[in-house]
């Protein structure tokens, strides 16, 4: 197979055109990076889903007996539905000097600098080797990651250092929140709406709790706080809501979700157990009192460790002093990095694009981004051959 070459742009725009929004599979784009890592005779591992249907990659450019430097950013992307676009969302357009496209910089654009480096990395007698990492699904919640973290010091390189390529603009970014989601249901008695009192209304009790969790909020915004984020607290959202049969049927069910995005070191615990114990001391007694069947479940669906990089961390050091930059920053989104730290492996935030482009529609990256991401990948591959 011969060697295939092509810029940051080209291969973003091969990126883009894979539609990995998150319920769909991410077998195609994992084909087309294991093949272009091929031509260049760099093998990769996958580590696939149970039914086969999305995989995370890994691959390694350089000494296999040494750690290295992760390279790690997630091939998903969020759905396009209900947003208008002005131009096709799987399509690259490009347009004075903006790279249009779903992923542009959420984070195909990081991948794709990425992919553009391997040629240079894999004619380099590098001294400490580079890792690709690409997963799935990070977008519902750090899933795909997660089974790879698993077998890193086993069937996968362990590595020395991991760059999560989150768009920071290519700033420095060594802390962030960390969202943790719950889902509560709250089980009733259905009646006859004329004759309510035979019934236990769900949603009623739902707002009850949800009275608790504007309580919870306001405390938050109270507690101590860290001014290097924005905000610099703990912020509680009530991001979805569904209960009812009909207007004429006292709900017997309710089902909501909320969650929270916790500074570092923040005890997130805190927070369900302040709920459970108003579920029980203030809802289910009465509940029970006319349907003894009825119940509040509260359950953890999701949990996204916050990260904060130890300050003497070689990671952070080393992109700072590549970058030419002196100070670091934080974030209030979620990424990998508090994964790949708990896993063991000093973690740094750095990548091209704005996060405020992320999600949206007529989402883009500026190619400066890319530019700026290679050349930055070029300085690392310098220090990296020794």
Not at 146 to 158: F, I, K, Q, V
Not at 270 to 279: G, H, P, S
Request: glycine share 8%.
């Amino acid at each position: 197979m011969s060697a295939q070459t092509f810029s940051a742009t080209e291969l973003l725009a091969h990126l883009v055109a894979f539609d990995t929004t998150s319920w769909k599979s991410n077998r195609d784009l994992i084909a087309f990076v294991a093949g272009y890592l091929a031509s260049h005779g760099i093998e990769s591992q996958l580590v696939p889903t149970a039914n086969g249907q999305k995989a995370s990659l890994y691959a390694t450019i350089g000494p296999t007996d040494v750690p290295g430097i992760a390279l790690s950013g997630h091939t998903d992307v969020v759905p396009v539905d209900g947003q208008a676009w002005d131009t096709e969302p799987f399509t690259l357009t490009q347009r004075g000097g903006k790279l249009y496209g779903r992923g542009t910089t959420d984070m195909k654009g990081f991948l794709a600098c990425v992919l553009a480096a391997v040629p240079d990395l894999a004619r380099r007698k590098l001294a400490v080797p580079f890792h690709i990492v690409f997963s799935y699904d990070e977008e519902i919640g750090c899933i795909g990651v997660r089974p790879l973290l698993a077998e890193l010091g086993a069937r996968l390189p362990r590595p020395r250092m991991v760059i999560v390529g989150e768009p920071t603009t290519m700033a420095v970014v060594d802390a962030h929140k960390g969202p943790v989601r719950w889902v509560v249901e709250v089980r009733g008695r259905a009646a006859h709406s004329s004759m309510a009192p035979l019934g236990v209304n769900a949603i009623t009790y739902s707002a009850r709790l949800l009275g608790e969790l504007a309580r919870i909020e306001a405390d938050l915004r109270e507690a101590a706080a860290d001014p290097r984020f924005d905000p610099p607290y703990c912020t509680l959202q009530v991001t979805q809501i569904e209960g009812g049969t009909a207007t004429n049927i006292v709900p017997v069910g309710c089902r909501f979700s909320f969650d929270v995005r916790a500074l570092p070191g923040f005890d997130v615990g805190t927070v369900e157990r302040r709920l459970r114990d108003f579920a029980e001391t203030h809802c289910l007694p009465e509940m029970r009192a006319v349907a003894p069947e009825a119940d509040i479940s509260i359950r953890q669906a999701n949990n996204v460790p916050p990260f904060a990089a130890d300050p003497s961390a070689e990671v952070v050091a080393l992109v700072l002093r590549l970058l030419g930059q002196n100070r670091t920053h934080t974030v209030s989104y979620g990424t990998e990095a508090g994964l790949f730290q708990d896993a063991g492996v000093p973690a740094v935030v750095c990548g091209p694009g704005s996060i405020s482009e992320a999600h949206t529609a007529n989402e883009w990256i500026a190619a400066s981004e890319l530019d700026k991401c290679s050349a930055f990948l070029t300085s690392l591959a310098d220090w990296a051959e020794g």
